[in-house]
Structure formats: structure tokens, C-alpha cells
Nanobody, 124 residues
Framework: QVQLVESGGGVVQAGGSLRLSCAAS????????VGWFRQAPGKEREFVGG????????YYVDSVKERFTTSRDNAKNTVYLQMNNLKPEDTAVYSC?????????????????WGQGTQVTVSS
């Protein structure tokens, strides 16, 4: 069993930065890939990025490449999503999710544990 708690969301102007954290409880965190998802009002949940249990591989959706970076500190059981050059279209509820896989899934259906989500609002 893994419990995930996100933090770091907020309101930022376009071009600004935020760093989201996803703190996990439970054992063997290195055996879990972690994905970041977002959902804007009226839109489907979207995979943003993911990272393997040992820190690789990392995947990103095209719309955030070169702007978002995910990393993890397994000693702290925490995964991060650094978001730079934020755009109004990045506004959404962001959630982290964990999957006990040897690869990094991009489909939300493959993730077993979810955080509660944190709101990110980017103003123009």
C-alpha cells in the first residue's frame, strides 16, 4: 500500500515557475514508477510526465517538453515536478500516481495509487 500527498500548487503568472512535490509513504518506493497527470475543467485527464523507480526513464508529453522536469529523491520518498515557463493552458489540477512496474506507464489505467491533487492556476 502506498499513500501519496501532493503539495506545491498555487497561482502564478504566465512565464513563472512552480515545483510540485509528491510525498509517498510505504516501503520499496524504488519499485514504483510515478506519473504526473493533470485535468482541466471539461477536459480529459492527461499524462504530463513520468519517472521510473530508480530515476529513469523519464517521459513527457510534447506540450511540456523543455519546460517541465520530473525527478525523485528516493531517500525522501518524494517525487518532484519542476514546471518552468508556465502558460495559461497549463492550468489544471495536477495529481501524482504510483504504479509498481518495471517501466513507466503513460496511461492512467495502469496506476494503482493516486494523490489527492493540487490546483495549478496560471494567469495571463
Amino acid at each position: 500500500q502506498v499513500q501519496l500527498v501532493e503539495s506545491g500548487g498555487g497561482v502564478v503568472q504566465a512565464g513563472g515557475s512552480l515545483r510540485l512535490s509528491c510525498a509517498a509513504s510505504g516501503r520499496s518506493f524504488t519499485s514504483y514508477a510515478v506519473g504526473w497527470f493533470r485535468q482541466a475543467p471539461g477536459k480529459e485527464r492527461e499524462f504530463v510526465g513520468g519517472i521510473g523507480g530508480t530515476g529513469s526513464p523519464r517521459y513527457y508529453v510534447d506540450s511540456v517538453k523543455e519546460r517541465f522536469t520530473t525527478s525523485r529523491d528516493n531517500a525522501k520518498n518524494t517525487v518532484y515536478l519542476q514546471m518552468n515557463n508556465l502558460k495559461p493552458e497549463d492550468t489544471a489540477v495536477y495529481s501524482c500516481a504510483a504504479a509498481q512496474r518495471t517501466y513507466t506507464p503513460t496511461s492512467y489505467r495502469e496506476y494503482d495509487y493516486w494523490g489527492q491533487g493540487t490546483q495549478v492556476t496560471v494567469s495571463s
